[in-house]
């Protein structure tokens, strides 16, 4: 035995009795597992606080920002209040989809239109118990409404093909909705590159083979896929306003500044137990973007129990505005039709604003948790 190697062994022989000397917790530990298992619990009370402050003054000027207008298990919407320069703002409902947000005007003359909009918000986590099927009710009206094509999202041809395939074999809504969940974060995937939150035309996506796209495409696919296999589900609209209480980073959004933290969920409604949360899109989001390196094992550690979680539960730090689509802005005069309302909108003589670029546009949004 040379010298080395003897001083080696008596190296790692000191290292093993030290290592038996030290107490249990000052031991290595294995790393914990990842979790996200969101538990319905206490509501948390949030004011929403959007601020615009128009930079391009060109005659009169028009702002229409999203109002939350959910009330149910998940949400409440407390009250939305204004303050600014504006010569009238009032809450107002598109007719047509149901959208509801605050509609501003300015006077011609007005150099610096200015306007505050608050929102108060209760929210909480939100989970289904697969284990206690429960008769559901929900108005046919809804359930109808719920089962129908969009613009964006046609529930005929390649997309229906698309769902019989992801469906083969599932005999119940459940195993349905499931399939379909697995479908997506199978086959679509998040791209960073996309703006805002992608558009939601589903068709296009499935014809082009090009399944990448950020959470109103990715969701959008779900919902299109499962009322097209005869489930009604719905796109939900909102914004992220907390961190995640479980660590992932992508899952949260920073409240002193919410620029980018719009997100789309969806549901699904399953007649042993109502509408059920669903977010395919988080899934892929995790998968791409919450470490550097894109993880495209669904069987990886840190995917596992989000894929699990977000079949059914989502995290109370999400405001929802509404579920509408094909939108028109009360008083715009324009032809143009929204596919969704999530981001602020606003136009003059020189046109429509960029939604899509708050710092040109002139905007800013945060979120302020309350102790009630």
Not at 14 to 42: D, H, I, K, W
Not at 102 to 129: C, I, K, W
Not at 316 to 343: C, E, K, R
Request: net charge neutral.
């Amino acid at each position: 035995m040379t010298q080395s190697t003897r001083r080696t062994l008596l190296q790692t022989g000191l290292g093993l009795a030290m290592a038996q000397t030290l107490p249990r917790a000052a031991r290595a530990q294995p790393a914990a597992e990842p979790r996200f298992e969101p538990r319905v619990g206490a509501w948390r009370s949030f004011d929403v606080v959007t601020t615009v402050n128009v930079a391009d003054v060109q005659g009169a000027t028009q702002l229409w920002l999203p109002a939350p207008q959910l009330d149910n298990d998940f949400q409440r919407s407390l009250a939305t209040t204004w303050s600014g320069n504006a010569a009238s703002a009032t809450l107002v409902t598109d007719p047509k989809s149901g959208a509801r947000m605050l509609h501003a005007q300015f006077a011609p003359g007005e150099a610096a239109p200015t306007l505050t909009v608050t929102s108060r918000v209760q929210t909480r986590n939100r989970a289904v118990d697969w284990s206690k099927p429960a008769a559901a009710h929900e108005s046919q009206a809804v359930l109808k409404a719920n089962l129908a094509p969009t613009e964006l999202q046609p529930l005929d041809g390649i997309v229906h093909v698309t769902a019989l395939a992801a469906t083969q074999g599932a005999t119940t809504d459940v195993e349905k909705a499931r399939g379909i969940y697995n479908w997506v974060v199978t086959n679509a995937y998040r791209e960073p590159k996309v703006r805002g939150c992608g558009a939601g035309d589903i068709k296009a996506m499935l014809e082009s083979g090009d399944l990448g796209g950020k959470c109103a495409d990715l969701n959008a696919l779900f919902v299109g896929l499962c009322r097209s296999a005869g489930m009604p589900a719905r796109d939900l609209y909102g914004l992220r306003v907390a961190p995640s209480a479980f660590g992932y980073r992508e899952l949260g959004g920073n409240p002193t500044s919410l620029k980018g933290a719009q997100h789309c969920r969806a549901e699904v409604y399953l007649r042993d137990y109502g509408w059920v949360a669903m977010d395919p899109a988080d899934v892929l989001k995790v998968m791409r973007q919450e470490k550097p390196e894109w993880i495209r094992d669904l069987n990886n550690p840190l995917i596992v129990p989000v894929k699990k979680a977000l079949f059914g539960s989502w995290e109370g730090n999400w405001v929802g505005f509404n579920s509408a689509h094909d939108i028109d802005l009360p008083g715009s005069g324009a032809q143009t039709t929204l596919p969704f309302l999530m981001y602020p909108q606003g136009q003059n003589t020189s046109g429509r604003f960029d939604e899509l670029a708050p710092d040109s546009f002139r905007y800013t949004i945060a979120a302020k948790e309350l102790t009630v």
